[in-house]
């Protein structure tokens, strides 16, 4: 048991339930990245854990697992082109450590996929690209005070 002294359920206000964000493409950061052991021991995942950062979804997370150091070579392969993509979405492209890569904004392009053993609908990430920018629009000088359609 732990001991709960002092906490007042009165003075908290209660969590809500977080449905997962519709299918898009949000602008976030990595907030945090650790490796842990998968389920059977046999190698190790980085939990990388992002922070939607603008928008109506802003200050939600969600999460990547890649399976670096796996026994089967097809899916640590995948995990290391995820691993790639990240790297050069944030224009770090030969990090020494995780945390090299946390707090520079990419694209996470975010899906819904229903889970096999309840049916929920829960958010998957599926790709990273660099932070979308704006074009640059350059005016002819000679066109300056032309309408743009007889330019």
């Not at 950061?29 to 650790?34: A, D, G, L, Q």
């Not at 979405?89 to 995780?98: E, F, I, N, R």
Request: hydrophobic share 40%.
């Amino acid at each position: 048991m732990a001991n709960l002294n002092g906490f007042n359920a009165n003075n908290v206000e209660p969590a809500a339930d977080f449905d997962p964000i519709p299918a898009a493409k949000y602008l976030a950061v990595i907030t945090n990245s650790e490796f842990k052991p998968t389920k059977n021991g046999s190698g190790n995942y980085l939990e990388l854990t992002f922070q939607v950062i603008e928008g109506q979804y802003k200050n939600r997370l969600l999460w990547a697992r890649l399976n670096l150091d796996h026994q089967n070579e097809t899916t640590a392969k995948i995990s290391r082109g995820q691993l790639s993509a990240i790297c050069k979405a944030v224009g770090v492209l030969t990090p020494k450590d995780s945390a090299e890569l946390h707090n520079l904004p990419l694209m996470i392009n975010v899906k819904l996929k229903k889970r096999n053993d309840t049916g929920e609908l829960v958010n998957e990430i599926k790709g990273y690209s660099a932070k979308e920018t704006a074009p640059i629009q350059t005016i002819n000088p000679a066109a300056k005070g032309v309408a743009p359609w007889k330019r």
